[in-house]
């Protein structure tokens, strides 16, 4: 299925859906579930009107459409709207459609390469104007030895993760996370172990100000877990995308933590 078919065939089905369970429902009826007006839900599934920002908000709403289902709608969106050469596209669909094409995944086997946590604080702190690609300049800001650096910068350039671009040293691509996110490998999990060691140390040595620690205990239905962590990273990919949009002159690491605190999984 091509993305700008995508939205077309969500919706379509959806109403044949619920015209399955009521021979008598319309396409009238799908646009006062919707709150939309017939012959704007009308022009979109014949593919003559492409969705704006704000319908797209309430189709999400309405729907009830997981996370997945709302990005891969609002791309196939932004594919369409830049397809048919708009001349004034949603921001939000811009933003969305280029941080989906500049994202990479690497491989398992790289990815155990990198997954120290100062391989990423590296790639970057290439956005910062006082980036120097000089290792004793990246040591003392991270806090790492002097080789550790070093080794860090060459493994980089090497696997085409930084790139040289006007003369600077630069991360080739703004996302960069591993292909297969159903494994946690030992990479993965020394990372975390990783992040998780550095957000202790935070707590006890930066100041409130600098930094954000909350946590919540919960009890939950398990079978919602799939769709939280969809949640989770939607909502880390446009916080990511909010703090990168102003001047970057630090480097930040997000953890968000979600586990089982007690052992029962049956019902009480």
């Known amino acids: ?43 979109i599934l014949a593919g003559k009107q492409i969705p704006s920002f704000k319908i797209c908000q309430v189709l999400f709403d309405k729907l009830e459409m997981s996370p997945t289902d709302q990005r891969k709608f609002m791309l196939s969106v932004a594919a369409r709207q830049k397809a048919d050469g708009c001349k004034r596209i949603s921001p939000a669909f811009k933003k969305l459609h280029d941080l989906d094409a500049d994202r990479v995944h690497v491989s398992v086997d ?39 650096a070093k080794l860090a910068l060459q493994r980089l350039l090497r696997l085409g993760l930084l ?43 930066d100041p409130i100000e600098q930094r954000n620690m909350t946590s919540m205990a919960m009890a939950i239905d398990p079978a919602k877990i ?21 001047k970057q002159t630090q480097v930040y690491q997000l953890g968000i933590c979600l586990y089982p605190v007690s052992k029962s999984k049956g019902e009480q």
């Open 163 to 205: 790139t040289e671009k006007n003369g600077r040293i630069v991360k080739a691509h703004s996302q960069v996370s591993s292909a297969d996110k159903s494994v946690t490998s030992a990479a993965h999990r020394r990372l975390q172990r990783q992040v998780l060691s550095r957000a202790i140390a935070s707590l006890e040595s």
């Open 1 to 43: 299925m091509k993305n700008t078919e995508y939205y077309q065939v969500y919706l379509s089905e959806e109403l044949a859906r619920r015209c399955e369970r009521n021979p008598r429902y319309s396409t009238r009826a799908f646009a006062q579930a919707l709150t939309i007006d017939v012959a704007s839900v009308s022009r």
């Open 110 to 148: 790289t990815w155990r390469v990198i997954a120290d946590w100062y391989h990423g604080a590296i790639m970057e702190l290439t956005f910062t104007k006082s980036f120097k690609p000089d290792p004793k300049w990246i040591a003392k800001e991270l806090g790492l030895t002097e080789v550790e």
């Open 226 to 246: 799939p769709r939280a962590k969809e949640m989770i990273q939607k909502f880390s990919r446009e916080l990511c995308a909010f703090l990168e949009s102003g």
